[in-house]
């Protein structure tokens, strides 16, 4: 039954469906009358694909799995680009256990691991010898982005050694389980979701918390003072971090929603129609207010409507100078120093689109709005 519910709150619980049947042949060693109670979730799954096919026409479990290898054919990004960014994502947000590996790994294997971090970011960085020019951060704030990218991905790394340590150590039930959950998260991230984000990286926190305690117990002696100030130090400075990136996306969230109710204040009252691109917040508060949301397919503008598109968003193309004028860029502040998302400093936690981590320390630009009052008759020309 939990199993369903997971499926249903996210579609990723359905992993937990082979995840479970080979935890339960490796510790039976055969199949039994435990394998009918897995048939709950398959059922649930069942009737949820024909409720959804009988309601909107599409079956969204598999409609989901569909969009995913569209939308990885359309972007076209190369395999090695995609492992260093699930890298950098899994260290980022497991920063726990990046914080712990001094604690955990010996000197010389803290040195592979960057090592073999620098090594994967060069490929990705650099082509020819010359840096990647379809990297989306550039300047100075792109040498600080590939810095913190791989110091992140030096601990995804660290957590998929600790995974395969451990199971070459006790090949048990458990460890077989642990090391499912984990590297089976990770290549979902990598190369089966249509993006890498954070909410697929954190299903696998608990298992690596429980790695790390295990190897703790066996690497450090309980009750040494070096031991537990280490591991006091670690849990303090991981808090500080979690809480200042939830902050942050709690302001960056907050700014989205600032810069809607301004551009609706100044422009929502006027006799033309006010028109929006982008989605998500921006799109939850235009539409709340009575906004208009643009077809890009077929734009319905005439002349004197106002266009709102926010520069920090998906699907925001910005009309040619032939067919509309810049009327005001509306800016809203937002965190300056963290965000977990801001294509200038590549951070993308949502979706690594704009960058390769889920956050990003640097000067972070405020929200910016761009509203453009067309100017002709003729069917809109969006570039």
Same mark, same amino acid.
């Given at each position: 039954m939990l199993i369903a519910l997971a499926v249903l709150t996210k579609f990723f619980g359905v992993c937990l469906i082979p995840l479970l049947v080979a935890y339960s042949l490796i510790e039976k060693r055969r199949l039994g009358r435990w394998?009918?109670?897995?048939?709950?979730?398959?059922?649930?799954? #069942?009737?949820?694909?024909?409720?959804? #096919?009988t309601l909107y026409g599409r079956a969204l479990l598999t409609d989901a799995m569909d969009y995913a290898g569209y939308a990885r054919g359309v972007a076209g990004i190369p395999r090695i680009v995609t492992g260093l960014t699930a890298l950098t994502?899994?260290?980022? #947000?497991?920063?726990?256990a990046v914080l712990f590996m001094p604690l955990l790994w010996r000197m010389r294997m803290l040195v592979v691991f960057a090592a073999g971090a620098i090594l994967i970011a060069a490929a990705v960085f650099f082509e020819n010898g010359m840096?990647?020019?379809?990297?989306?951060?550039?300047?100075?704030?792109?040498? $600080?982005?590939?810095?913190?990218?791989?110091?992140?991905?030096?601990?995804?790394?660290?957590?998929?050694?600790?995974?395969?340590?451990?199971?070459?150590?006790?090949?048990?039930?458990?460890?077989?389980?642990?090391?499912?959950?984990?590297?089976?998260?990770?290549?979902f991230a990598t190369f089966f979701n249509w993006t890498v984000n954070g909410r697929?990286?954190?299903?696998?926190?608990?298992?690596?918390?429980?790695?790390?305690?295990?190897? +703790?117990?066996?690497?450090? +002696?309980?009750?040494?003072?070096?031991?537990?100030?280490?591991?006091?130090?670690?849990?303090?400075?991981?808090?500080a971090l979690a809480y200042c990136v939830a902050q942050s996306d709690f302001l960056l969230a907050l700014a989205v929603r600032q810069s809607a109710r301004e551009t609706f204040a100044r422009y929502g009252g006027n006799h033309a129609t006010l028109w929006y691109e982008g989605h998500w917040g921006f799109q939850y508060y235009m539409d709340l207010m009575g906004?208009?949301?643009?077809?890009?397919?077929?734009?319905?503008?005439?002349?004197?409507?106002? +266009?709102?598109?926010?520069?920090?968003?998906?699907?925001? $193309?910005?009309?040619?100078p032939e067919t509309a004028d810049v009327r005001e860029v509306i800016t809203v502040q937002c965190p300056r120093l963290l965000t977990t998302?801001?294509?200038?400093?590549?951070?993308?936690?949502?979706?690594?689109?704009?960058?390769?981590?889920?956050?990003?320390?640097?000067?972070?630009?405020?929200?910016?709005?761009?509203?453009?009052?067309?100017?002709?008759?003729?069917?809109?020309?969006?570039?």
């Open positions: 394998v009918a109670y897995l048939l709950i979730p398959v059922a649930a799954i #069942c009737a949820y694909q024909w409720i959804t #096919c994502f899994t260290g980022g #947000c497991l920063a726990v840096l990647r020019a379809d990297v989306p951060i550039s300047g100075a704030a792109r040498a $600080f982005a590939e810095i913190q990218t791989v110091f992140w991905a030096v601990g995804g790394l660290g957590v998929l050694a600790l995974t395969l340590v451990d199971y070459l150590k006790r090949r048990d039930a458990g460890a077989s389980l642990l090391a499912l959950w984990i590297l089976g998260t990770f290549l697929s990286i954190l299903p696998m926190a608990p298992a690596v918390g429980i790695l790390i305690a295990r190897r +703790l117990n066996e690497t450090t +002696l309980a009750g040494q003072n070096d031991w537990t100030r280490g591991v006091t130090i670690s849990l303090v400075i991981s808090a906004a208009a949301g643009l077809d890009l397919k077929h734009p319905a503008l005439k002349a004197g409507d106002t +266009l709102a598109m926010p520069v920090h968003n998906s699907f925001a $193309f910005r009309p040619t998302w801001s294509e200038d400093v590549g951070a993308g936690f949502y979706s690594s689109v704009p960058g390769p981590m889920p956050f990003a320390f640097g000067h972070v630009p405020p929200e910016k709005v761009i509203v453009y009052v067309w100017k002709t008759k003729t069917p809109a020309v969006i570039k």
